[in-house]
């Protein structure tokens, strides 16, 4: 069974930075697309970010263009999410997420998520 | 941006009910619609892809049907573990948006 295990969350400061990360196992990692996924605490889901399974296309949000970076460690099968110019709006639960072998936009499974804090 | 409309946003529901959430595209999308499942603290599981393909392991009383800009998710009986709240998503353009949910309850 696959698993995603997100770390990295935790409270931070306006403009602050912040890197979450998303360990994946019992597949084969660099051969699938992975997103990010977030929620505002009791709202819906919003989505962020997606990469290939090769790292060489990724895709964002226009909420997090320019301040969020996507990338991927298939030697590690770990997925990365660098946040910066952190604003209280993006205080949410970040979820990684799993694709199909290309950039699908169909997010199976999903990891539990890690809450990230934007607060003074 | 396509926008995704779902309804109703809340629903109370007996179990044995026929439950059906309807969500709307203010474009087509063809069949490129996804539903998921979010349980109370847990994360969304992906329930029906295309708009009317059943995922592995998900129960056949959970289907989905339609395509262009009208689409609809049935639970043909309701039962207490359904409690959850439903979401729908389209994948034909960026960016990849979410309707903003039914939360489904037990009467």
């Known amino acids: 069974e696959v698993q995603l295990l997100e770390s990295g969350g935790g409270l931070i400061q306006p403009g602050g930075s912040l890197r979450l990360s998303c360990a994946a196992s019992?597949?084969?990692?660099?051969?699938?697309?992975m997103s990010w996924v977030r929620q505002a605490p009791g709202k819906g889901l919003e989505w962020v970010s997606s990469?290939?399974?090769?790292?060489?296309?990724?895709y964002y949000a226009d909420s997090v263009k320019g301040r969020f970076t996507i990338s991927r460690d298939n030697s590690k099968n770990t997925l990365y999410l660098q946040m910066s110019s952190l604003r209280a709006e993006d205080t949410a639960v970040y979820y990684c997420?799993?694709?199909?072998?290309?950039?699908?936009?169909?997010?199976?499974?999903w990891g539990q998520g890690t809450l990230v804090t934007v607060s003074s | 941006d396509i926008q995704m409309t779902q309804s109703p946003s809340s629903l109370s529901a007996s179990v044995g009910d026929r439950v059906t959430i309807t969500c709307q595209a203010s474009?087509?999308?063809?069949?490129?619609l996804n539903w998921y499942q979010q349980k109370p603290g847990k994360a969304p599981k992906l329930l029906i892809y295309?708009?009317?393909n059943l995922e592995t392991g998900v129960p056949s009383r959970f289907s989905g049907s339609g395509s262009g800009t009208d689409f609809t998710f049935t639970i043909t009986s309701l039962q207490p573990e359904d409690i959850a709240t439903y979401f729908c998503?389209?994948?034909?353009?960026?960016?990849?948006?979410f309707g903003q949910g039914t939360k489904l309850e037990i009467k």
């Open positions: 997420a799993k694709d199909q072998e290309g950039v699908e936009f169909r997010f199976d499974p």
């Open positions: 019992r597949f084969t990692f660099s051969s699938y697309a």
């Open positions: 990469i290939s399974g090769s790292g060489g296309s990724t």
């Open positions: 474009q087509d999308i063809s069949n490129y």
């Open positions: 295309d708009a009317s």
């Open positions: 998503q389209q994948y034909d353009n960026l960016p990849p948006n």
